[in-house]
């Protein structure tokens, strides 16, 4: 009963504490808001980046085929707020007219929709009937005969893997003959539209991050913990209640961990472990708001009674894996292949002792993004595929990592302390989208 106490207690306060910590600039917007942002960001998307990138790939035409609760991943990247799912069939093409003025003074990227729907006007719509989509399209293509034509197609990257395999098929049908050769896989081309960010969007996600943080701030507090009470299951539901309280959405369940001299036992008992003085805490948590995910891992210390601090042992292993962040960070730099990154920053951390492990992703539009991985928790060798593809500026990455170090407080026991920080590789380098854990959170 006093574990439910405490949390009923802390989800009423917690309102008047994120208000007054928060400044005015980081409330929570409207759905309105967000809405008139997104499309903005949506509009100058299509008219700064996708030109450029449709020309780095040689594709003069991009066909995106979406279907309502089976959707492209790259649809909802290009849809206002005001749409929950792809309606019906959406067909959406993009034509590049190139940098010079056409016969109508027309130049860049044109879009449209086929069929009914234009997505808040987001589209010039080709008019035709639900049954008379195929050969609203044909008529766009014929009547712009592009040399290539990208689809959503790929085996490394589900990102850019959309286009199922009927709606391949009534493509290729309708393209006929003189088309469906110039088809190709769009892969690059829906990579770098996901990974690329307008600055205005990165300001955006400072923001996003610094709500983020403020959430496990707040579970990391007396306000939600009760040391002796509090279990680590109950933060994590708690932290997941308090996403949907303020209106995010989220795309993995919280986890909280706990460390301890001597270990925890297994199994975890029905409702997770007891919070203990003494224990390390970690969690890992993302949200979702404006469209963009966010992906943290920090950690806490619940502090003994008379104890001012964790033990140096703690602070240390804290401090070595942030000397693996900057590692990582040096050797991820634009030009260089994730692979690349991966090699150069574990050789190094191990010549300095650390024992590590390296585990990053890109991500923005979905948690775990198109872009360049540097490693996974089972590739320390290097990621096939995926892990060649290059760095490239404007984009985010989550750099996941962890070391193994000895705590001689805890009778030299190895502990792993997991790091998780969002950050930008901007064309000045990198910077951490908000600033991050260099010191524990205290449960006291």
């Known amino acids: 009963m006093r574990r439910f ?3 009923a207690v802390a989800l009423i306060s917690l309102d008047l504490v994120v208000s007054a910590q928060a400044p005015s600039s980081d409330r929570v917007l409207t759905h309105r808001e967000q809405a008139a942002a997104q499309y903005r960001w949506i509009s100058t998307r299509f008219e700064t980046l996708l030109p450029s990138l449709m020309r780095r790939e040689g594709i003069d035409m991009w066909i995106v085929v979406s279907r309502e609760y089976n959707d492209d991943p790259v649809f909802r990247s290009m849809a206002p707020v005001t749409t929950y799912s792809s309606r019906r069939r959406t067909i959406l093409v993009f034509f590049d007219r190139g940098s010079g003025s056409s016969s109508n003074g027309a130049r860049g990227v044109e879009r449209m929709s086929i069929g009914r729907f234009d997505y808040d006007g987001m ?51 309708a393209l006929g003959p003189k088309y469906a050769p110039r088809v190709k896989s769009a892969e690059m081309l829906a990579v770098g539209w996901l ?45 997941r209640q308090r996403v949907a309280e303020l209106g995010f959405g989220g795309w993995f369940h919280p986890t909280i961990t706990i460390y301890r001299k001597g270990g925890v036992p297994t199994p975890a008992p029905r409702g997770g472990h007891v919070i203990e003085r ?34 140096q042992g703690l602070k240390d292993g804290l401090k070595a894996a942030n000397r693996l962040q900057d590692l990582t960070l040096q050797f991820a730099i634009a030009g260089a292949t994730g692979n690349q990154a991966l090699a150069s920053a574990l050789a190094h951390a191990k010549k300095e002792g650390i024992t590590p492990a390296i585990y990053c992703h ?14 996974m928790t089972d590739y320390q060798q290097g990621v096939p595929g995926r892990g060649e593809y290059v760095f490239r500026p404007n984009t985010w990455h989550s750099i996941e990592l962890n070391v193994k170090h000895t ?3 805890w009778g030299n026991q190895s502990v792993q302390f997991a790091l998780e920080e969002d950050a930008a590789l901007l ?11 260099t010191q524990f959170y205290f449960i006291r």
């Not at 996003?208 to 403020?214: K, S």
């Not at 890992?284 to 992906?295: A, M, P, R």
């Not at 064309?427 to 854990?437: L, V």
């Open 5 to 7: 106490l405490s949390i």
């Open 123 to 173: 589209f010039p719509v080709e008019k035709t009937d639900n049954d008379g989509q195929w050969a609203g399209l044909r008529r766009v293509v014929d009547a712009r005969d592009p040399k290539v034509i990208g689809v959503n197609t790929s085996e490394q990257y589900s990102h850019a893997d959309g286009l199922t395999a009927n709606e391949r098929d009534n493509l290729l049908r």
């Open 195 to 239: 990974e690329s960010k307008l600055p205005e969007e990165t300001d955006a996600y400072r923001h996003v991050m610094r709500l983020a943080h403020q959430i496990i701030a707040e579970a990391f507090s007396n306000r939600v913990i009760v040391p002796g009470v509090t279990t680590n299951e109950d933060v994590a539901w708690w932290m």
């Open 278 to 311: 003494g224990d390390m805490l970690h969690c890992d948590f993302g949200l979702v708001y404006l469209g963009f995910s966010t992906d943290t891992q920090h950690n806490a210390y619940v502090l003994r009674p008379g104890e001012p601090d964790a033990p």
């Open 362 to 375: 890109p991500i923005g539009y979905h948690g775990h993004g198109a872009g360049p991985p540097i490693g």
């Open 407 to 409: 705590v001689p407080e």
């Open 427 to 437: 064309d000045a380098g990198w910077s951490w989208i908000a600033p991050r854990q």
